[in-house]
């Protein structure tokens, strides 16, 4: 998973926010089990310097502020994954195994019908 922001965020803030991607992946089902490959890197546009020449001020977002990151974070990937198996096509793999396509109709039924969709 990639986290990228404009927030201007320092590494070890950027190291939380990669965190919480996690929580976006659990969300979705996924759990993270031994040897699942799962990791997350993120990034920051927020602070902006020219190469060779010594970098005097850097930005960064109080760790107060951090919590509404967090959540768009989590939101986010959680999105891009539900995004990522509603557009998938169906493959077939090694020895004929296929994996067919979500069935997109009786999904948003079941959304609707929990509520899951406003």
Known sequence: M???TDAPLLS?????????????LARTGGTAHNGSGDFAVAFSTGNRFVMGQTVHGLHEVDNAGMSGLFDGTAEATEEAIVNALCAATEIVGRDGKVAPVLPLRPLAALLERHRSVE
């Open 2 to 4: 990639i986290v990228a």
């Open 12 to 24: 070890r803030q950027l190291s939380r926010l990669a965190r919480r991607a996690h929580l976006g």
